[in-house]
């Protein structure tokens, strides 16, 4: 039976898995992930403000209440969407790939554009580890994840002593740095395959585009890393 004739259920299921809708899902959740990187980084990057600076943003983050729960299970979503749709599309990918592929001549492409399920496993184990270091306080538990100041506004938590503390310790900020270079890899392969998957990378748009993940990657890479380095070399103290 041609898909024309099949039932409409079962044309709307093929439809949405159909190659090109995974690849929008994987943009889509890769520019919502991408978006939210930066928004991190810019806030973790006023460390270098400073003690009051860096706890004055987290309290600010904490007390959004019943907003960081929504915004929590957002990102709950974009990371099984992205997730789930990547291991489909590898699926597939491992599925429509003739005999003897590995004999023939390679496309020229970059590491990153190799390698980017095995990264993107990386970042996933270093959110795992990520979450239960900093938001659960479930993993290196002896860092000051209890400690508390006061604030203008009373006691808060005192998260920048708690981040200090991880990144003096040589194998947290260096672990850092490596999961860093992973995601900053993942972005410049990733930044640039979503927009040609929505349709830029043709014409006038194929050279900025193909700029675009390199100089992304590049820039969270060096913001993220520059904190633990900070850290392990004295820039950022204790003070
Ligand atoms: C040096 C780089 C980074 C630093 C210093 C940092 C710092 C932190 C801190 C202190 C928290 C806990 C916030 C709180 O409990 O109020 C946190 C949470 C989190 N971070 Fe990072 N982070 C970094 C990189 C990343 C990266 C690269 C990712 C993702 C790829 C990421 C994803 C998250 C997520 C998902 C949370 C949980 C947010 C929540 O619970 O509301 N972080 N980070």
Redesign the pocket.
Same mark, same amino acid.
């Given at each position: 039976m041609s898909s024309g004739n099949a039932p409409p259920l079962d044309r709307l299921v093929k439809a949405l898995t159909s190659t090109i809708s995974l690849k929008i899902v994987m943009a889509v959740t890769g520019i919502a992930?991408a978006g939210?990187?930066i928004f991190?980084?810019l806030g973790?990057l006023q460390?270098f403000l400073g003690r009051e600076a860096y706890n004055t943003y987290?309290e600010f983050?904490?007390n959004l209440g019943e907003l960081?729960w929504v =915004?929590?299970l957002g %990102?709950l979503g974009i990371l099984f969407g992205h997730v789930s749709t990547a291991v489909l599309l590898v699926q597939r990918n491992t599925a429509a790939r003739p005999e003897g592929y590995y004999t023939q001549k390679r496309k020229r492409t970059s590491v990153a554009a190799v390698y980017m399920a095995q990264l993107g496993i990386v970042?996933l184990l270093?959110?795992i580890y990520?979450?239960l270091h900093?938001?659960g306080g479930m993993i290196h538990t002896d860092l000051g994840y209890e400690l508390v100041e006061m604030g203008p506004n009373g006691a808060r938590?005192d998260?920048y002593t708690?981040?200090i503390n991880s990144?003096s310790n040589p194998l947290i900020a260096l672990t850092?740095v490596a =999961?860093?270079l992973a %995601?900053a890899l993942h972005l410049a392969h990733g930044a640039t395959s979503m927009f040609k998957t929505i349709g830029f990378g043709v014409g006038r748009w194929k050279v900025p585009v193909e700029a675009i993940g390199p100089a992304f990657g590049v820039i969270?890479g060096l913001g993220?890393?520059s904190?633990?380095i900070a850290v392990l070399t004295g820039v950022i103290g204790a003070n």
């Open positions: 992930g939210f990187v991190h980084m973790n460390m987290a983050m904490q960081k =915004a929590r %990102l970042l270093f959110i990520h979450i900093f938001t938590r998260l708690h981040v990144f850092y =999961a860093n %995601l969270v993220n890393i904190m633990p």
